[in-house]
C-alpha cells in the first residue's frame, strides 16, 4: 500500500515540477482598440482614434520578467479629394489626392508577468516615441504606384508611461487578451486634421497645434507564446 501511494504522489508532482522548470516565456501579438487623448490634446483637439499595434517580448527565463517593444498607429483625421493632373506622360487627367494625419508610437518595454498558468495578469513600464505625421499620396488610376508622394508635417516627441493587462490562453501556445495603454508625451506642434483643404489645384493647406499629446489606449489582442 505504502509503494502505491507513492506512486500516486509521484505520478501528482512530476506535471508540476516539470511547468516550474520550464521557465517564462515570451510573447508575440497584435492589438485593436480606442486611443483617446488625455490632459491638454484632450483640450486642444479631442477626439478619439482607431488604433492597431503589436508588440514583441522576449524573456528572461528564470526571472518573471520580459524584455520587448511595442508599435502602435492611429489615423487622426484625412481628407480625400479629386484633383487634376497635368503630367503629358498620362492618359488621365484627374488623379486622387489623399492626405493623412497619423500617430506612429515606438516604445521599448519591461514587463512584469509572475503566472504561469491559464490566466496572466501583468503590468508593464514603457519608454520611446510618438510621431505625429501628416503625408499626402496622389494616385492616377491604372498606375501602380503613386505619381507623387509628400511628407507635409512630421515632429516627433518623447513619451513614457505604463501598461496593464491580462492573457488568457487559447489551446497550447495562443492567447487572447485585454490591454490598457497611457502614456505621457510630450509637447508637440501636429496638424489639426478638421482644417486640411485642397484647393482646384491640388495644393494642400491645413493649420497646425500645439500641445502636449498623452493618450490612454483600450485594447483587445492575440498573439502567441514561446
Known amino acids: 500500500m505504502r509503494a ?22 515570451g510573447d508575440l501579438g497584435g492589438t485593436i482598440g480606442m486611443s483617446i487623448p488625455m490632459g491638454e490634446i484632450a483640450e486642444t483637439w479631442g477626439k478619439d482614434m482607431f488604433t492597431v499595434g503589436g508588440h514583441l517580448t522576449l524573456p528572461s527565463r528564470r526571472l518573471p520578467l520580459q524584455f520587448g ?36 508610437s515606438y516604445h521599448t518595454l519591461l514587463r512584469l508577468s509572475p503566472s504561469k498558468g491559464k490566466v496572466r495578469p501583468y503590468i508593464e513600464g514603457l519608454a520611446g516615441l510618438r510621431q505625429f505625421t501628416t503625408q499626402s499620396k496622389l494616385t492616377v488610376e491604372g498606375l501602380d504606384e503613386a505619381l507623387r508622394k509628400e511628407r507635409n508635417a512630421n515632429d516627433f516627441v518623447m513619451s513614457t508611461g505604463w501598461a496593464a493587462g491580462l492573457m488568457v490562453t487559447l489551446g497550447g501556445s495562443g492567447y487572447i487578451e485585454a490591454r490598457v495603454e497611457r502614456f505621457h508625451s510630450g509637447k508637440t506642434t501636429f496638424v489639426d486634421p478638421s482644417s486640411i483643404a485642397v484647393d482646384q489645384n491640388g495644393e494642400v493647406s491645413f493649420s497646425t497645434l500645439n500641445s502636449a499629446t498623452g493618450a490612454m489606449n483600450v485594447l483587445l489582442g492575440v498573439g502567441f507564446r514561446f
Do not use: C, H, W
Not at 9 to 20: D, G, M, R, S
Not at 77 to 104: H, I, W, Y
Open 4 to 25: 502505491i501511494n507513492l506512486l500516486f504522489a509521484t505520478l501528482l508532482i512530476a506535471p508540476i515540477a516539470k511547468a516550474q522548470d520550464k521557465g517564462y516565456e
Open 69 to 104: 517593444a511595442a508599435f502602435g498607429y492611429a489615423e487622426m483625421g484625412k481628407d480625400v479629394s479629386t484633383v487634376p493632373v497635368t503630367d503629358p506622360n498620362l492618359l488621365a487627367t484627374e488623379g486622387r489626392l489623399a492626405v493623412k494625419a497619423k500617430v506612429f
